[in-house]
């Protein structure tokens, strides 16, 4: 069985100010991990993955993420946050990168 | 390049009756998948077709189905519905192995 925590319902931060989103997994053998951004009534898109190499993963729009094995973890990150980057995130596990199981979501908002 | 295309955007069906939702991958894509989205539940994983064969079912009872076509576009059918069918349902394709899934904006199904 494969599954992902998301432990924060919302986070709340101010432009240009640091954004951090916690993703916690677990999967048997190794995990494809990823993060997806939905706006409202929009489909998710795809932001970045891990699956083998560099623990810090870059992305799309300034967002990074760290696979951390011990602690099964896949924080996104970005360093300055912006206005526009308010909206649904969603990380995401794999063990055979066809079936993914999401974690229920963080709502982001960044205030102006 | 066009992205997932997904037909209609909207639905509104009564208890009872069956619908079918249709969605175009991205050229060359021969992976399609879907996912159920709701409030409570977040995003569930349904489905998923390679090259007209299903590839992975997730928790769903039989009265969601599916099929893929040799042009790769997929259709998905649900009998019977049920009030608790009322989602957002999500297709996304998938290129080569190890790439990501790019997801369509989604068919908003209501049931009455």
């Known amino acids: 069985a494969q599954s992902v925590a998301q432990p924060e319902d919302q986070v709340n931060v101010a432009e240009g100010n640091p954004l951090t989103v916690k993703c916690t997994y677990s999967?048997?053998?190794?995990?494809?991990l990823f993060w997806y951004v939905q706006y409202p009534n929009r489909g998710l898109q795809f932001l970045l993955k891990?699956?083998?190499?560099?623990?810090l993963v870059k992305g799309s729009y300034g967002f990074e993420a760290e696979f951390n094995k011990s602690q099964t973890s896949f924080h996104l990150k970005k360093p300055s946050a912006l206005v526009s980057d308010s909206a649904l995130y969603f990380c995401?596990?794999?063990?055979?990168?066809?079936?993914?199981?999401f974690g229920a979501g963080t709502t982001v908002t960044v205030r102006a | 390049k066009a992205g997932v295309t997904q037909t209609p955007r909207y639905l509104i069906k009564t208890r009872g009756q069956q619908v079918t939702l249709s969605c175009s991958p991205i050229s060359g894509h021969r992976s399609v998948s879907w996912y159920q989205q709701t409030p409570g539940q977040g995003l569930q994983f349904l489905f998923e077709?390679?090259?007209?064969?299903?590839?992975n079912k997730g928790n769903f009872p039989g009265r969601f189905s599916g099929r893929q076509f040799s042009n790769s576009r997929s259709e998905m059918n649900v009998s019977t519905l049920e009030l608790g069918d009322s989602a957002l349902y999500l297709c996304a394709s998938r290129g080569l192995k190890d790439s990501p899934l790019h997801f369509g904006n989604g068919t908003r199904l209501t049931v009455t």
């Open positions: 999967v048997s053998g190794n995990p494809y």
């Open positions: 995401a596990v794999s063990a055979n990168d066809y079936k993914l199981s």
């Open positions: 077709y390679f090259s007209e064969t299903q590839r």
């Open positions: 891990y699956i083998t190499g560099d623990n």
